[in-house]
């Protein structure tokens, strides 16, 4: 049995885009035993708020309609809630929105107003930006109560500490919580310099022991997503990462 490692490169892609992409390997691997993920290092250029996240929630108040828009960009949650102010109070400055504040307890979103005109959301697209506000799915509305209007779903925006790597080419050996199969979590650490890298600190295994030997390896088809199963979107910036092989010599 042989131990070698593979650097591998988004940029030496054949086709594809940096997130998902095909590399062809210049020797094949015969009788691949396991695979151990070594190391990775991707720029800090994501968005957890992509196109397809932009839009997709409606709030009425006092007759008239307003569909939030959020622009594209990477958000911490006092983020998300200062947009969402600025947005409401500009498009209903009779409503008198004081604040949107979020509960870590609770994991939602609540948006205060002194008019006693009832202020109401509702999920107008599948899957967009009501995920992450707290209207999703789809037709999911509220009214507020007593001046407050609480979504009706927990906030799910993700932040850059977790990614989902699949390799086509190799065995499923992680389950997620909404039962996406991948290659290796990738348990990410911010470090200087616009980089993150994988966290070997953070006993996460990314170890592929397979139950039967892969035969040939020549080709490698990567993709990345987020936690919520959207892909990853690199936004044209390169990536690396390093595997350990063991397979026959």
């Given at each position: 049995m042989a131990t070698s490692y593979l650097f591998v490169r988004s940029a030496d892609r054949s086709l594809g885009s940096s997130s998902a992409f095909s590399v062809a390997l210049n020797t094949p691997y015969r009788n691949v035993k396991a695979i151990s993920?070594?190391?990775?290092?991707?720029?800090?250029?994501?968005?957890?708020?992509?196109?397809?996240?932009?839009?997709?929630?409606?709030?009425t108040h006092n007759g008239g309609t307003f569909n939030l828009?959020?622009?594209?960009?990477?958000?911490?949650?006092?983020?998300?809630?200062?947009?969402?102010?600025?947005?409401?109070?500009?498009?209903?400055?009779?409503?008198?929105?004081?604040?949107?504040?979020y509960s870590s307890t609770s994991g939602k979103i609540s948006i205060a107003y002194t008019s006693g005109l009832v202020l109401s959301v509702v999920s107008t697209t599948a899957?967009?930006?009501?995920?992450?506000?707290?209207?999703?799915?789809?037709?999911?509305?509220?009214?507020?109560?007593?001046?407050?209007?609480?979504?009706?779903?927990?906030?799910q925006l993700f932040s850059l500490s977790t990614l989902l790597m699949k390799i086509v080419e190799l065995p499923a050996?992680?389950?997620?919580?909404?039962?996406?199969?991948?290659?290796?979590?990738?348990?990410?650490?911010?470090?200087?310099?616009?980089?993150?890298?994988?966290?070997?600190?953070s006993g996460t295994v990314n170890?592929?022991?397979?139950?039967?030997?892969?035969?040939?390896?020549?080709?490698l088809t990567v993709s990345l997503f987020t936690p919520d199963g959207q892909p990853a979107n690199l936004h044209g910036c390169e990536w690396s990462f390093t595997l350990l092989i063991q397979a026959s010599a």
């Open positions: 993920l070594v190391s990775a290092e991707l720029p800090f250029s994501m968005f957890n708020v992509d196109n397809v996240y932009l839009q997709g929630v409606q709030f828009v959020l622009s594209a960009g990477y958000y911490l949650v006092s983020d998300l809630c200062a947009a969402m102010l600025s947005a409401l109070q500009a498009a209903f400055p009779s409503a008198g929105v004081t604040s949107v504040t899957g967009s930006l009501g995920r992450i506000v707290g209207t999703d799915p789809l037709g999911a509305s509220t009214v507020a109560s007593g001046g407050v209007l609480v979504m009706p779903y927990v906030v050996q992680c389950v997620t919580t909404n039962n996406m199969t991948c290659f290796a979590r990738l348990q990410l650490a911010a470090t200087p310099g616009g980089f993150v890298m994988l966290n070997n600190a170890t592929s022991q397979f139950p039967s030997p892969v035969a040939t390896l020549s080709t």
